[in-house]
């Protein structure tokens, strides 16, 4: 969840979503939700209490017989994740079946297959990342991008997105494969319960609705990212601490607050931005999962999706609702 760019900042929001690298450097990030003035305070609150099912990572949604245990994930991993994953197994292994986004057999063949054919990311004509970033950012942008082996020519036709798989990340994320996210963990656990296990959409669902953002937003969400002085592992950490508070709406509040305020952008722009990337990686993804949900058999169900598709107006739990499940917050 933690890529400098289009893939970091913003996947930040869907994933705690697609990152899977570590940096060696220490963590510098601090919560800012403790920071906030008595005027942030008050309007976070304003804001929470307008926002559906802002709190709870876990939520039992009934209806017609049928039991669908929601349980918002982090992708990445967590040390704190495995007293977690104690809670919830009586959980797991109460289902018939287990939900995810993607299986992990199914993300890793399709990250295979990306690397081995890099035609997927890359633009088939102009305009290319040079002619979109001001020149010092694709002077950057090429030089570092070389040290992982990529040709400048590659690098110019790179879809502004994928650049951010390759750049610094935060070291404020366990993400090296030793410590699993929560979504790894149940489906582990189902696994060898014999659960059956099924994916949510097609494995390259969430690069597909990366790429389907307008190509000039791509690369000035690249731009911007490359240019601010903040610190990006504060946000990290903010979102963390208030994933394990079960008040995840929090942290998105703050970076959507934060992001890019150290440049002379417009807020209406930065919120057009944010906006677009909610609606194609969250909001979207969430219609497309409930048919999903509803039409796979069994009693009990265990649905285990990124933290913040559960709440807000678009969130999952909101469009159960609208469908006539009853909802209830359960311990996690």
Wanted: glycine share 8%; proline share 6%; with cysteine.
């Amino acid at each position: 969840m933690e890529l400098r760019i289009v893939a970091c900042r913003l996947i930040l929001t869907a994933l705690l979503v697609l990152c899977a690298h570590q940096a060696l450097a220490r963590c510098t990030g601090r919560d800012l939700r403790p920071m906030l003035t008595p005027a942030a305070e008050a309007r976070m609150e304003a804001e929470l209490a307008r926002t559906p099912y802002a709190h709870g990572n876990h939520w039992i949604a009934r209806k017609a017989g049928r039991q669908l245990h929601v349980i918002g994930t982090m992708h990445t991993g967590d040390r704190r994740l495995g007293p977690v994953m104690r809670r919830l197994r009586p959980v797991v292994l109460s289902a018939d079946a287990v939900l995810l986004e993607v299986t992990s057999h199914e993300t890793d063949a399709e990250m295979d297959r990306i690397m081995r054919d890099r035609s997927v990311f890359l633009l088939d004509r102009p305009p290319y990342l040079p002619d979109m970033l001001s020149p010092p950012v694709w002077d950057y942008l090429s030089a570092r991008m070389a040290r992982d082996g990529f040709l400048p020519d590659e690098v110019a036709r790179m879809q502004p997105w994928f650049a951010g798989f390759f750049l610094d990340q935060s070291p404020c994320s366990e993400t090296g494969g030793r410590i699993r996210g929560l979504d790894d963990r149940i489906e582990a656990l189902a696994q060898r319960a014999r659960i059956p296990i099924g994916s949510l959409e097609p494995s390259a669902a969430g690069l597909q609705a990366l790429a389907a953002q307008p190509l000039r937003d791509q690369a000035r969400i690249l731009e911007y990212d490359l240019t601010s002085e903040m610190n990006f592992d504060d946000q990290v950490v903010t979102m963390s601490e208030a994933y394990f508070d079960e008040r995840l709406a929090e942290g998105l509040l703050i970076q959507d607050w934060t992001m890019y305020a150290d440049l002379d952008v417009p807020r209406a722009e930065v919120r057009r931005l944010l906006d677009g990337f909610q609606e194609r990686l969250i909001d979207a993804r969430n219609r497309a999962w409930l048919p999903v949900i509803e039409r796979t058999g069994g009693a009990v169900l265990v649905v285990a999706v990124g933290g913040a598709h559960l709440p807000g107006e678009a969130g999952l739990l909101n469009l159960l609702a609208g469908k006539g499940w009853v909802l209830e917050r359960a311990g996690f």
